[in-house]
């Protein structure tokens, strides 16, 4: 936005129009702004009151100051002792405008105008100028420049650069660059505070670092030398936009500059390196800045301790805790909340809770922020009970919850399918009207929450109060509700919301273009997608990683690999890293195909290098398509390029062996990825239980998996999968009975898979009752082939002769407002002719047609 104002300013006559025509207003504007006029003689103690607003000494130096002023304005002294008097008159005013008394100031210019003692000159009209600027007048400062301008005369670099300032503050940044390029043509040569302000705006007001950049070349070109808080604000923006070299660059550079970084500049670093997990280079630095004399303070050392915790480096975050208080750097509530927030981060909350004690131990409360964390982190862990003791706990050690920590709350029991407690506790915030109250990010979490769990139903009764309670539906609320309707399959009402966004003046963003664009992939209408694609650009979005990949995901879906290639690239040179499931969706269609060998050559001719994830999808691929020989080839290419093969690499060969009957080379593997100091992960155990399935060894593969109970990283959902099917094939449907009951009680959640191995088990060895009773825990909702469920346990009721309780549960089913798929209309058809009830079978064709 600021580039092309800036590129078209030549043209913009109009805002310097805007400016001139700001003079005639300016007689009738400053005496609003000057209720309290100075009086020549006042009483000590009503001087004393009128600058109460300031602190005791600076009022009595203001006072002071006005005197002297007045004394000038009021003396009737030769024109050639006047300018004398005027830089005495200019020097009292820049003083009491740096001690705050902007309002002053303008009362006795207003004087100094009115006595005609004088005329202002343009240091007088700097001053002036900088003071609207500081009490957030910026169009009176304008007005200021034009009646300058009218003179013939300019106001300074100094005024200019207050204008340029007040303008980025005021979030006019269109002004702010115009009036900047401007200076050159009125004969003002921009200084570095000038640059630095332009700077800083453009880089962190607007987030261009582009134009930050280009502007500091052009400085360089003029010889105009930078100063630290140029290079520190560069620096910051850099790292902030993930050009960490770059910013590191900049920093190296600085001496050569004649430079020396500051403490700002040092935080700067420091931060970006614990960021990048380089935390021996973060406490060089700190050394560094030690040897320097600069201020070192808890937020930079709980910075280097949050960055050790993040890498599970424990010890060294302890010893680092000791070394600040050893240094009398006592961590205070900000240092501890970095340290927590880390471990939570990291899934360790336990390590968070101790963090907590050793808080209360140094006699430091925690507040609102910490526990906040600390409940998140047990969320995230799914320990549920255990973070609902801690919400009740607060209050009692007097912290009592914000709507922040209420709302974290709510989107950890739906993230745990504690959807009723969820709806519960929205409840009980609307009850308590002494406590605190819904914001729109709470509305926005119970709605997504609820939309997630299909209860579309009660999703609108809340929008429906949350417009009572006068809140407007925002992008993010619009976005959950189309994100439903498309997984739904229910595109036009999707499509009816995403015009309606604009009509209650909501932009979509990128976030609600790429769940219509994946709605329409899913649906086959990729025309229709790309179209959305294209409209993203044309309204100034920018595209993410999720927008690209969804988009180069359906193209691979629809026949369209070679437009996938293309965006792919496209993608590469708009800055962004393809994923690994935008890798994923490309390899999928060459595995389909059987070119993946294509790809590696396309990607190898665009990269140097190519990075650890793009090998281990190629690792990946090859064992999927069983031809380990150039599995193990790309591994030894990408350990020549120096890159490190991670657990998802040794995963994947081994996956690969066992895929191919080779479990003793899986185990060759294995040892080998111990030796290197990698720990086996879930993955890994069940990639072993599955190997053993395969090869017919059930009691091997049981007892790997109790192993994984008892001692290892406890098995997830696929693992129990994997284990129940190898015991419902070899009929062993009680021993997988037994399992699945025990993910309910390990806090795990089944998915279709299971449900369906389950049932179809059930089905299958004639434990016909257990499978009802299964059917009736399962909220088929959550699923979007949920009805594959339905059919499979219809089939089997026709089977053994239950017709009626088949027909029963097809009736029931959509009496609950579900809809049977085209199989199992077929199903129904097919039993009930069979068994002569051909008017049934007449009137669910005609409802199915």
């Not at 300031?54 to 050639?80: A, M, Q, T, W, Y």
């Not at 607007?206 to 500091?216: H, K, Q, S």
């Not at 060089?284 to 040897?291: P, R």
């Not at 665009?606 to 990075?611: K, N, Q, Y």
Request: net charge neutral; proline share 3%.
């Amino acid at each position: 936005m600021a580039a092309a104002a800036v590129a078209s300013f030549h043209a913009s006559i109009p805002f310097f129009l805007y400016i001139r025509s700001m003079t005639s207003f300016l007689p009738h504007l400053l005496p609003k702004l000057t209720n309290t006029l100075v009086s020549i003689r006042p009483v000590r103690d009503e001087r004393l009151a009128l600058y109460s607003t300031f602190r005791r000494e600076d009022s009595f130096e203001i006072i002071g100051r006005v005197e002297s002023i007045n004394i000038l304005l009021k003396e009737k002294v030769p024109n050639p002792i006047s300018d004398l008097n005027l830089r005495s008159f200019n020097y009292q005013l820049k003083r009491i405008m740096r001690l705050g008394g902007y309002s002053t100031v303008v009362a006795l210019f207003n004087k100094m105008v009115e006595f005609g003692t004088f005329s202002p000159d343009i240091y007088s009209y700097g001053i002036l100028i900088s003071c609207f600027c500081r009490m957030n007048c910026v169009d009176l400062g304008l007005g200021v420049l034009g009646s300058v301008l009218k003179q013939g005369r300019d106001i300074g670099t100094a005024g200019m650069t207050s204008l340029i300032n007040a303008l980025w503050l005021a979030d006019r940044e269109v002004d702010a660059a115009m009036l900047f390029e401007r200076m050159s043509q009125m004969g003002m040569v921009p200084d570095v505070v000038t640059y630095s302000t332009v700077i800083n705006g453009y880089c962190r007001r607007l987030g261009r670092v582009d134009l930050g950049l280009g502007l500091f070349g052009r400085m360089l070109k003029l010889a105009c030398r930078p100063d630290t808080v140029i290079l520190s604000c560069l620096i910051h923006s850099l790292c902030e936009a993930n050009h960490i070299n770059d910013g590191m660059l900049v920093f190296r550079r600085m001496r050569e500059m004649g430079c020396e970084p500051d403490n700002i500049t040092y935080t700067t670093v420091i931060s970006c390196c614990c960021r990048i997990g380089t935390v021996e280079l973060g406490l060089c630095y700190v050394g560094d800045m030690l040897k320097r004399g600069c201020d070192v303070d808890t937020a930079v050392l709980g910075a280097l301790v949050s960055a050790m915790c993040m890498i599970g480096r424990f010890r060294d975050a302890g010893f680092m805790f000791e070394r600040m208080r050893q240094m009398e750097f006592v961590p205070d509530v900000v240092a501890y909340g970095m340290v927590i927030n880390s471990c939570c981060e990291i899934k360790h909350s336990d390590m968070g809770f101790a963090v907590l004690g050793d808080m209360f131990k140094h006699g430091c409360q925690p507040n609102v922020v910490i526990f906040g964390t600390l409940l998140k982190g047990l969320l995230m862990r799914n320990r549920v009970v255990d973070a609902m003791i801690m919400f009740q706990k607060m209050a009692e050690i007097g912290c009592l919850p914000n709507i922040a920590v209420h709302t974290t709350l709510l989107k950890g029991l739906f993230s745990t399918q504690n959807s009723e407690m969820a709806l519960e506790m929205f409840n009980e915030i609307a009850r308590n009207p002494t406590g605190c109250r819904s914001n729109l990010v709470t509305y926005s979490t119970i709605i997504n929450g609820l939309l997630k769990n299909g209860a579309i139903e009660q999703a609108m009764d809340i929008l429906k109060e949350m417009i009572d309670c006068g809140f407007s539906p925002n992008a993010v609320i619009i976005s959950s509700f189309m994100d439903f309707f498309c997984k739904q399959g229910r595109l036009a009402e999707a499509y009816l919301l995403f015009d309606l966004m604009a009509g209650i003046g909501q932009k979509p963003d990128v976030v609600s273009c790429t769940i219509l664009m994946q709605g329409l992939c899913l649906e086959g209408k990729i025309d229709k997608a790309e179209k959305i694609f294209e409209f993203v650009s044309v309204e100034g979005l920018v595209p993410d990683h999720q927008c690209y990949t969804v988009m180069i995901d359906g193209y691979c879906k629809n026949n369209g690999l070679l437009k996938a290639i293309d965006l792919y690239r496209k993608m590469q040179c708009d800055g962004l890293e393809p994923t690994i499931v935008t890798y994923n969706s490309i390899l999928q269609e060459l595995c389909r195909k059987g070119s993946v060998d294509d790809l590696m050559r396309v990607m190898a001719s665009e990269s140097s290098s190519l990075d650890v994830i793009a090998f281990n999808i190629f690792i990946d691929a090859y064992c999927k398509l069983r031809n380990m020989e150039k599995a193990h080839k790309v591994m030894d290419i990408m350990t020549q390029d120096g890159k490190t093969p991670d657990i998802f690499s040794y995963n994947s060969l081994m996956n690969g062996y066992c895929l191919v009957g080779r479990l003793d080379l899986a185990f060759k593997v294995f040892h080998r990825m111990c030796s290197v100091g990698l720990n086996p992960d879930t993955t890994t155990y069940t990639i072993f239980i599955s190997g053993y399935c395969n090869r017919g060894m059930i009691n091997e593969a049981v007892r790997l998996f109790r192993s994984m109970v008892v001692q290892g990283p406890k098995p997830d959902v696929l693992a129990y999968n994997t284990i129940i099917l190898k015991l419902c094939n070899l009929g062993r449907t009680l021993d997988a009975k037994e399992l699945y009951y025990e993910m309910h009680t390990n806090g795990l959640v089944p998915n279709l898979k299971t449900y369906v191995i389950m049932l179809s088990a059930l089905l299958r060895n004639h434990y016909i009752s257990d499978a009802l009773e299964l059917y009736k825990t399962i909220d088929v909702t959550r699923f979007k082939q949920g009805i594959w469920i339905l059919n499979i346990l219809i089939e089997w009721l026709f089977r053994t002769g239950r017709a009626d309780v088949a027909k029963m549960l097809f009736d029931s089913f959509r009496s609950e407002g579900l809809t049977p798929d085209v199989s199992t209309c077929n199903i129904i058809i097919y039993h009930l002719t069979k068994q002569r009830f051909s008017n049934d079978a007449y009137k669910i064709f005609f409802d199915m047609r």
